[in-house]
């Protein structure tokens, strides 16, 4: 995609080919570092981060369907199986290597929250935890695939801190509403 802009941008300077300046064939385009901010900047504006959210239905959870579900008991069990997340995402100075690791931990967190049977009650905020997890997971692992996508892992780290804070904020709800 991007050398398919550049090469646009050459064609449209010079779409019959090189010129000849002291007998040497040369391209009358940009400057090559002009030319590469400019694609980066039109990459920002046109490219939407969206696509690595998906949005969680409340039939995609197992719901525990009992009478009176401990909310006790359930609160410790998704306490256990959130914190090695929030404890990383909490992290203000991460590094491309700690990216990876993320993308672990949150699959781990994934895997187990989809084995908690959760309290119908708590149903909705439990979806878009999940929701808010998995988008900072695809963030996470867009970044860590800086080496192969550099402008995806650029879109995708831009978004992080928005992610993060909105997860901190959902995450906040749940336990508010665990603790009452």
Do not use: C
Not at 14 to 28: A, E, F, H
Not at 72 to 101: G, M, Y
Not at 159 to 173: G, I, P, T, Y
């Amino acid at each position: 995609m991007l050398s398919e802009t550049f090469e646009k941008q050459v064609l449209d300077k010079k779409p019959n080919g090189p010129l000849l300046l002291n007998g040497v064939p040369s391209i009358n385009a940009k400057d090559p570092k002009a030319l590469i901010d400019q694609v980066v900047q039109q990459e920002l504006e046109n490219t939407d981060v969206s696509s690595l959210r998906r949005a969680v239905s409340v039939t995609e959870l197992k719901l525990d369907t009992s009478q009176n579900p401990s909310l006790a008991d359930f609160r410790n069990e998704f306490v256990t199986a959130v914190t090695p997340f929030f404890s990383l995402t909490t992290n203000q100075d991460p590094t491309s290597t700690t990216f990876a690791s993320f993308t672990t931990v949150a699959d781990q967190t994934l895997a187990a929250l989809k084995n908690l049977a959760i309290p119908s009650s708590l149903a909705t905020l439990m979806a878009k935890e999940i929701e808010l997890i998995t988008y900072n997971r695809n963030i996470f692992a867009a970044v860590a695939n800086a080496g192969s996508d550099p402008l995806h892992a650029m879109l995708a780290f831009k978004a992080w801190e928005s992610a993060r804070q909105e997860f901190e904020k959902a995450h906040l709800a749940l336990m508010t509403k665990l603790s009452s």
